[in-house]
């Protein structure tokens, strides 16, 4: 079979992807090894970064800031049908994000505070935190909190959005087995079906290694990043944003579904190298019972899950910002975006090297597709993890 584009990742960027291909024009074909969206996507908060978190002095990232600045704005066009794809049915869950400083840290808030001001100054935030009066204080943070600012920043279900993207497609989406795969230039052969691509895309998060391993890539292109990402679940507030600690963000909750609380931040980079659940789940409860006193675990659960974020390696393999897309050999294209939230620069710009080389579509028109499974939608990390007493 001959078409234009094979793209490998069935996450949040290659599904994006995939449709950005096909409005161009561009015969394409994705191909997903294990359920759409397994891995990043799925395991994601779905905050749409604006760059306010990482103008932080303890973060002081500029060039996140410039490559996020604009997402909110871009996203909301999608979710609103504005813009392509449109994302109308793609399930928002706040249309916000709070920024706070906990109870007793002054210093923190002068360490974090004295860069927004300036980045919002010079125009690279297009939605600077906004300090809100204790009236409109979140519950959570009323006994938690010395200040709380609102970022314009939307908050998306991940999993509506995988079916959003993937409805859109539906008929140029297949799973296959990774053993049957061989890849030959831009040539792949899956389950003895041959296919003649002019350019192979890979998307596949940390799937990118064993994909470039088969393409005959090397094998320095990605950097793997491990998180330990804590639940919560009881009767709990909604919540969405970034507890500050020392101009960096310690914690960051999410409230994916009623009465549950998904965590990250700095919290879950330390909890990556403590390999004893048990401890980690200790060291997890602490760290929430000092930075929400208020908060009565006695009735909670916990649960952990690992996480991997899979990212271009960088110099010193430091945390890379903005979207990293790359022409890696001929015909063969690698793309991370860093962030969910970067999805459609990323798309952007495999869209636009993809194009410099093929320069338009053949014009194969859609063949007979092979009759093959179609991967589902992945399931939820509080869905398959194991739940403990949080007290």
Same mark, same amino acid.
């Given at each position: 079979m001959k078409l234009d584009v094979l793209i490998f990742g069935g996450g949040a960027a290659g599904l994006w992807c995939l449709d950005a291909f096909r409005r161009a024009g561009y015969q394409a074909l994705l191909f997903e090894s294990n359920a759409l969206g397994a891995g990043q996507t799925i395991q994601a908060q779905g905050i749409i970064h604006g760059g306010g978190k990482y103008a932080l002095r303890g973060v002081r990232d500029f060039a996140a800031v410039r490559a996020t600045s604009a997402m909110p704005e871009r996203w909301r066009r999608s979710l609103a049908g504005e813009a392509e794809p449109a994302l109308t049915s793609t399930r928002v869950l706040s249309e916000r994000c709070y920024l706070w400083l906990p109870r007793g840290s002054c210093v923190a808030a002068i360490q974090s505070w004295g860069f927004i001001p300036l980045v919002a100054k010079a125009g690279l935030l297009a939605t600077p935190p906004e300090k809100i009066p204790k009236s409109d204080w979140p519950e959570a943070l009323r006994g938690a909190a010395a200040a709380v600012y609102s970022l314009a920043e939307p908050v998306v279900s991940t999993g509506s959005l995988l079916e959003n993207l993937a409805a859109r497609q539906r008929n140029f989406i297949f799973l296959y087995r990774p053993a049957t795969l061989r890849i030959r230039g831009t040539a792949a052969i899956i389950d003895e079906t041959a296919f003649e691509a002019r350019a192979i895309v890979l998307t596949a998060g940390a799937g990118n290694r064993e994909l470039g391993q088969k393409a005959?890539?090397?094998?320095?292109?990605?950097?793997?990043?491990?998180?330990?990402?804590?639940?919560? &679940?009881?009767?709990?507030?909604?919540? %969405?944003?970034?507890?500050?600690?020392?101009?960096?963000?310690?914690?960051?909750?999410?409230?994916?579904?009623?009465?549950? /609380?998904?965590?990250?931040?700095?919290?879950?980079?330390?909890?990556?190298?403590?390999?004893?659940?048990?401890?980690?789940?200790?060291?997890? !409860?602490?760290?929430?019972?000092? /930075? %929400?006193?208020?908060?009565?675990? !006695?009735?909670?659960?916990?649960?952990?899950?690992?996480?991997?974020?899979?990212?271009?390696?960088?110099?010193? @393999?430091?945390?890379?910002?903005?979207?990293?897309?790359?022409?890696?050999?001929?015909?063969? %294209?690698?793309?991370? +975006?860093?962030?969910?939230?970067?999805?459609?620069?990323?798309?952007?710009?495999?869209? &636009? @090297?993809?194009?410099?080389?093929? &320069?338009? +579509?053949?014009?194969?028109g859609d063949e007979a597709l092979p009759n093959w499974p179609k991967p589902g939608i992945a399931r939820y990390p509080w869905e398959e993890a194991p739940w403990y007493p949080a007290r």
């Amino acid at each position: 079979m001959k078409l234009d584009v094979l793209i490998f990742g069935g996450g949040a960027a290659g599904l994006w992807c995939l449709d950005a291909f096909r409005r161009a024009g561009y015969q394409a074909l994705l191909f997903e090894s294990n359920a759409l969206g397994a891995g990043q996507t799925i395991q994601a908060q779905g905050i749409i970064h604006g760059g306010g978190k990482y103008a932080l002095r303890g973060v002081r990232d500029f060039a996140a800031v410039r490559a996020t600045s604009a997402m909110p704005e871009r996203w909301r066009r999608s979710l609103a049908g504005e813009a392509e794809p449109a994302l109308t049915s793609t399930r928002v869950l706040s249309e916000r994000c709070y920024l706070w400083l906990p109870r007793g840290s002054c210093v923190a808030a002068i360490q974090s505070w004295g860069f927004i001001p300036l980045v919002a100054k010079a125009g690279l935030l297009a939605t600077p935190p906004e300090k809100i009066p204790k009236s409109d204080w979140p519950e959570a943070l009323r006994g938690a909190a010395a200040a709380v600012y609102s970022l314009a920043e939307p908050v998306v279900s991940t999993g509506s959005l995988l079916e959003n993207l993937a409805a859109r497609q539906r008929n140029f989406i297949f799973l296959y087995r990774p053993a049957t795969l061989r890849i030959r230039g831009t040539a792949a052969i899956i389950d003895e079906t041959a296919f003649e691509a002019r350019a192979i895309v890979l998307t596949a998060g940390a799937g990118n290694r064993e994909l470039g391993q088969k393409a005959g890539l090397d094998g320095n292109l990605m950097q793997r990043r491990p998180l330990k990402m804590v639940l919560l &679940r009881g009767e709990l507030p909604a919540l %969405f944003g970034h507890c500050v600690v020392g101009g960096k963000t310690e914690l960051t909750v999410t409230t994916p579904s009623s009465g549950i /609380w998904q965590i990250g931040g700095e919290l879950a980079e330390r909890l990556a190298r403590e390999a004893d659940h048990a401890r980690a789940r200790r060291a997890a !409860s602490g760290a929430l019972a000092r /930075w %929400f006193p208020g908060l009565d675990l !006695s009735a909670t659960e916990i649960a952990l899950y690992e996480a991997v974020r899979a990212e271009a390696r960088s110099e010193n @393999l430091r945390r890379p910002s903005g979207v990293h897309a790359s022409r890696v050999a001929p015909g063969i %294209f690698v793309g991370w +975006p860093t962030k969910l939230s970067l999805a459609p620069l990323l798309a952007e710009e495999l869209l &636009r @090297l993809v194009a410099k080389d093929l &320069r338009a +579509p053949a014009g194969y028109g859609d063949e007979a597709l092979p009759n093959w499974p179609k991967p589902g939608i992945a399931r939820y990390p509080w869905e398959e993890a194991p739940w403990y007493p949080a007290r």
